[in-house]
């Protein structure tokens, strides 16, 4: 991967440690800071189950940033994704309440298990393809097209809804995600799928040649003969499905969802992929970087939350992070140019 | 990939060694909690004035009582609530003090805990009934929201019998009322309000809502909306209604500037008698110092306490209860004993539960007894 991405850059750095401390900045990171809280809480926050909290708490953040990550990459973004993720999360929770429950949208009926699925899925789809539309066909900048589908996603969320919560789903239903193989939560096993599917279309199909190319100059890209408008309209299309999955991957581990699933889950999403090292300037970025810094951001949770810090104060640390990783991250490529 | 790979690598040889260290750590475990009790807090969102309060007198509690309390604050995310539920959980927290963001989501949240031999006293937000089914261990330390609603509507109904000429806006025969409501789906907005309007039903009047909206429990959203509905429906209206106070004050500060007083060049003066110098009645929920100034200055009807401290101090001393005795089955809490039978509303309309119940009473703050409030 970090062949392709120097390729793109298009530079080799010859000092060999320079070159692992460079491309390895998150990795490292990450694994300097599972020490660190591993010796200031004598191991106790390395426990086994204090590591599958872990994996579970990120697992559906992960399909957020994988698919806002390559969104990034070709020099866009999405805010959209939190009421997508939301409002997918309300119409697949909606079909998955018990039949007995009074307060159940469709109250008497029963749905069977791949209807929610399909769902969901299918509302994370249209919404991907209408920013795709939005975007390549509308010549609408992605900030401000998915500024818009983040309202519409919200209203449709509320007026489906009725502003209730949607409760009592089937156990079934919910094993999707509180499910465990021995010792492994179901959740981490989609997301090696999803990660591992995304890394092959992004590193060894035509597909993901092309991203990285719009992503680097969307104009040159053009004019080497990709279908530039076609290409990104998938890229948002891919995006949604992901974020449909996640909606039905986090309303099955909540039990439940309401108007306010998903807030503000674009930030989390775009905070971790900007940690690992997916540059806002378009064409850099890696899978596997996107889950490090996704595992970064969750470990700084997770951490606090483990050692009782203030809530407050973790929102101090991870706006800092975040920055920092930015900063880093511009001056990287400020001094490539 | 080879990040990605190295990374797979190092969590399974992490889950593989950690595991194991587990199974060693139990006997070491258990004389750590011999020594100190320790009461988990999982809270909503301290955000919110109401909570925030909530959270400091529990911090109180445990300074006083010489307990570690462990408080996690979610804001506002279930799913945040739950990682943390679960790394207290970790950590070997057995008795919790619950403000759930999602009242369906208890029940959950009580078959984690109860998993691990723990309890929970449910505060603020209601659990389900199926939650308190979990075990004995399980309850209710709360002022339904919905009796917020029912107080707003007898103030209401107070004020229209005495000033029945005050209905006279828009349909003469029906309380017309504009509503600001707080987040949309949040369990204080959606009960307050369902139980005002039934509230007002109830009460034999005809309901004809002008126009309702959001404003997120900010008192400036609420004082532009209030311009709007101002613009379009100035004169139709007979009431506005918000879901907590410090929306009620934004919609008083829009009624002052657009002239909706008994007399607009002198902002004290009562003509009209109906104890209040606006024309237009305003009623909230919170009982803040703020709000029972205004009542004080008459530009606010009336307001609802709803009491942090005795919902604290119950779930609290229910806490400490189940970790210093094991048990608090028919035990009172804060003064107030478990109840005796169903009342109509849920979780504590069923029978089988009751015992697990505790009701701290919400008080109506009026115009009569206001000056009670004030600190």
């Known amino acids: 991967m970090e062949n392709t991405n120097s390729k793109i850059a298009g530079i080799k750095i010859p000092a060999k440690l320079k070159n692992i401390l460079s491309t390895h900045t998150s990795l490292i990171t990450f694994i300097a800071m599972l020490i660190f809280l591993g010796v200031i809480t004598n191991g106790a926050a390395l426990r086994i189950g204090s590591l599958q909290n872990l994996v579970v708490a990120e697992a559906v953040r992960a399909f957020a940033a994988l698919g806002v990550g390559m969104i990034i990459i070709t020099r866009g973004i999405d805010l959209s994704l939190g009421q997508v993720i939301g409002l997918s999360a309300c119409v697949a929770s ?49 900030f401000i097209a998915t500024l818009g589908s983040m309202s519409i ?26 499910g465990f193989l021995g010792p492994i939560p179901y959740l981490l096993l989609y997301v090696l799928v999803a990660a591992f599917v995304i890394w092959v279309l992004m590193n060894h199909t035509k597909q993901g040649k ?40 986090l309303s099955a581990r909540l039990g439940l969802a309401n108007p306010l699933t998903g807030n503000d889950m674009e930030l989390d999403a775009i905070a971790a992929v900007t ?18 810094g996704l595992m970064t951001l969750g470990l700084i949770n997770f951490g606090m939350t483990f050692l009782g810090v203030n809530s407050y104060f973790q929102l101090l640390v991870k706006g800092g992070i975040i920055i920092l990783a930015v900063y880093m991250d511009m001056r990287k490529h400020s001094r490539k140019e | 990939m080879k990040k990605f790979l190295v990374l797979l690598a190092m969590v399974s040889v992490l889950f593989v060694s950690c595991q194991k260290k587990e199974a060693a750590a139990p006997e070491a475990k258990v004389e750590e909690k011999k020594e100190e009790i320790v009461i988990g807090a999982l809270i909503r969102n301290t955000d919110e004035q109401f909570v925030a309060d909530y959270a400091d007198v529990l911090k109180g509690l445990a300074a006083d009582a010489g307990v570690t309390l462990k408080l996690q604050d979610s804001r506002g995310d279930m799913a945040a609530q739950l990682d943390q539920m ?67 509507a007898q103030i209401l109904d107070e004020y229209f019998t005495a000033n029945p000429e005050k209905m006279a806006n828009g349909d003469p025969d029906a309380i017309d009322a504009v509503f600001i409501y707080g ?124 009491d942090a401290v005795g919902q604290a101090t119950t779930a609290f001393e229910l806490a400490m209860m189940m970790a210093t005795e094991g048990s608090a089955a028919g035990k009172s809490a804060w003064g107030i004993a478990p ?31 206001y000056k009670e409030f004030m600190q």
């Open chain 2, 86 to 152: 679960n790394t207290l959980l970790v950590q070997g927290v057995k008795h919790f003090v619950v403000v759930a963001n999602v009242s369906e989501a208890t029940e959950d949240m009580a078959k984690a805990i109860h998993a691990k031999g723990g309890s929970a006293a449910f505060s603020n937000i209601q659990p389900s009934v199926e939650a308190l089914k979990v075990g004995p261990n399980f309850f209710l330390a709360s002022s339904p929201e919905t009796v917020a609603g029912t107080f707003q």
């Open chain 1, 275 to 292: 940690v690992g090292g997916i540059s806002h300037a378009g064409g850099v970025g890696t899978v596997g970087g996107m889950m490090i």
């Open chain 2, 183 to 306: 987040q949309l789906g949040h369990p204080a907005q959606v009960y307050r309000t369902n139980a005002v309007k039934q509230g007002l039903i109830d009460a034999g009047y005809k309901l004809n809502v002008v126009a309702e909206d959001t404003a997120n429990w900010k008192p400036s959203e609420a004082q532009s909306k209030m311009d709007a509905w101002i613009s379009a429906y100035g004169g139709e209206f007979d009431v506005v209604i918000a879901n907590n106070d410090g929306m009620a004050l934004g919609a008083v500060e829009s009624l002052i500037t657009n002239g909706y007083m008994d007399d607009p060049n002198d902002p004290t003066k009562d003509i009209d008698g109906d104890g209040l110098v606006l024309s237009i009645p305003v009623v909230g929920v919170d009982a803040t110092q703020v709000a029972v100034k205004a009542m004080d200055e008459k530009k606010l009807l009336g307001t609802v306490l709803q």
């Open chain 2, 339 to 369: 109840l005796t039978a169903p009342i109509a509303e849920a979780p504590a309309n069923d029978a089988a539960i009751v015992g697990q119940c505790y009701l701290v009473p919400f008080k109506a703050v009026t115009m009569s007894n």
């Open chain 1, 94 to 142: 909606s079909f998955s309440q018990t039949a007995d429950y009074n307060s159940a949208l469709y109250a008497g009926q029963e749905f069977a298990l791949w209807v929610p699925v399909v769902a969901g899925i299918t509302v994370g789809a249209l919404f991907g393809l209408f920013n795709g539309i939005l975007v390549a066909y509308g010549n609408i900048p992605p």
């Open chain 1, 210 to 249: 092309s991203i990285y190319a719009i992503g680097g100059n969307a104009m040159a890209a053009k004019v080497s003969g990709i279908n530039v408008k076609a290409q990104l309209v998938r890229v948002y299309l891919y995006a949604g499905i992901l974020y449909g999955i996640a909606g039905i991957l």
């Open chain 1, 153 to 178: 996603a919200r209203g449709f969320k509320l007026i489906y809804t009725q502003a209730s919560t949607l409760g009592s789903l089937k156990n079934e239903y919910k094993v999707i995600s509180q």
